[in-house]
């Protein structure tokens, strides 16, 4: 099965893939609402109005797997999300990124290296992962803004010209 194959769920509950985004660069990211990242929220919102109309999209995936940090129902993360960030990218169902009952997706994911060479576990909220339109990953830690200028020149590098 491709990355693009693994089946998601929405926040919602309804059924999708990464197939849905086919040709559009992705960053998955893994969010919680009470993070010292969680105000990386707004920046993510910035991409994604900066590019969604050029083949770009977010896709928050919430984990509450560092700390308890992301305690909330699917229906108060929702709340949360739109309320204080007006986010307006979509959001998935609350996944486990590490262990037992670790989503396929990161079990896919967490293969690929950052810029340092270092690949495994996802280590903390907002790790970010950008998906090219040829496959390409590009992998950011925690503490790299969604604005930063590697993760601009990863979205801009998979965008149709």
């Not at 010292?36 to 707004?42: A, K, L, N």
């Not at 670790?102 to 690949?119: C, I």
């Not at 992962?129 to 020149?153: L, Q, W, Y």
Request: aromatic content about 8%.
């Amino acid at each position: 099965m491709s990355l693009r194959d693994i089946p998601l769920t929405t926040i919602s509950g309804e059924e999708t893939s990464l197939a849905e985004h086919a040709n559009e660069v992705v960053l998955v990211v893994n969010v919680a609402s009470k993070c010292g990242f969680t105000p990386q929220y707004e920046q993510l919102e910035e991409l994604q109005q900066r590019y969604g109309s050029r083949g770009f999209t977010v896709l928050g995936f919430p984990c509450n797997q560092f700390l308890g940090q992301e305690p909330g129902s699917a229906e108060q993360i929702q709340e949360f999300c739109s309320v204080t960030y007006g986010a307006s990218f979509p959001l998935m169902e609350k996944v486990k990124v590490n262990g037992r009952g670790q989503h396929p997706l990161f079990a896919e994911l967490r293969e690929v290296p950052d810029a340092s060479g270092k690949a495994g576990r996802v280590r903390w909220n907002f790790e970010k992962f950008v998906i090219a339109p040829d496959g390409s990953i590009s992998r950011f830690r925690s503490k790299t803004r969604p604005d930063d200028p590697e993760i601009i020149a990863a979205i801009e590098a998979g965008l149709p010209a």
